[in-house]
């Protein structure tokens, strides 16, 4: 029964995020007492459902971008050819997190314009360090026996690689991705600032205006969809792990 309780909580989380995307003002009592002067209660300068999608939309854009390149620099480096390489991708990865948020937009909106292209940069390169790191933890720790066997049945390296290094590695890297996204899912909302189309747009307006409402709405939205994306994600890791573990079995 208690096993229940964790999927139970997740299903109403989820079902509540709906029922106030697609019908806010059904909310409107519980929010009106955050608000002042008869200022409105529901965000009403867009539509919310709207704003999620599009929220949703450049987080995996970037993410998208993000594993591309990670996942092939960690192969690169775990590579003869490549390992001579490690440092300066580490360099490189780690530019992301060296800047705040707002001082990447700063330097991409003189070269890319206001709008979604400097948030994406940023989310992308917020997004290269968790799972470069996980991608090469998983392929320097799959196990040698693993490894020798494949290459005593004649595998070339390509093969060991696509068929028993990244297969094995596929759980850790899903833990980096988890961790990217997450981090995107909060660091997008600041993309408002450049005027790209995120919920930022609603905690902005909020602390505008000073109306708590607002920004106590985009919150808990972004909220919601990091922990059940969050739990989404952790669930096919341990999908794949337990498969995983069975192949190597």
């Known amino acids: 029964m208690k096993a229940w309780i964790p ?8 079902a509540l995020l709906i029922a106030f995307l697609t019908n806010p003002l059904w909310f409107e009592p519980l929010l009106k007492p955050l608000t002042q002067n008869g200022a409105p209660a529901i965000y009403n300068q867009g539509s919310l459902m709207s704003l999620a ?3 949703l939309r450049t987080v995996a854009i970037a993410t998208a971008a993000a594993i591309v390149v990670a996942v092939a620099l960690a192969i690169l480096v775990t590579r003869p050819v490549g ?3 490690l440092p300066l991708s580490r360099s490189l990865v780690n530019i992301g997190q060296t800047f705040p948020p707002v001082a990447v937009l700063a330097l991409a909106v003189p070269a890319v314009g206001f709008g979604e292209k ?18 090469l933890t998983g392929l320097t720790t799959t196990p040698a026996n693993i490894v020798e066997a494949a290459r005593g049945a004649g595998m070339t390296g390509w093969q060991r690689l696509l068929k028993v290094e990244l297969p094995l590695s596929v759980p850790v890297i899903l833990a980096g991705i988890r961790l990217s996204v997450v981090i995107s899912l909060a660091t997008a909302t600041i993309g408002s600032t450049v005027a790209a189309k995120t919920l930022g747009e609603v905690i902005i307006a909020g602390l505008q205006s000073n109306n708590l409402a607002f920004v106590l709405q985009g919150g808990l939205i972004v909220a919601a969809l990091a922990v059940l994306i969050y739990d989404a994600l952790s669930a096919l890791e341990r999908m794949a792990a337990k498969r995983m573990g069975q192949v190597a079995a």
């Open 83 to 85: 390992v001579e390489f």
């Open 7 to 14: 999927l139970l909580l997740r299903l109403c989380l989820l």
């Open 53 to 55: 999608i599009q929220h």
């Open 118 to 135: 400097p948030t994406l940069i940023a989310l992308f390169l917020y997004g290269l360090l968790p799972i470069f790191e996980n991608t």
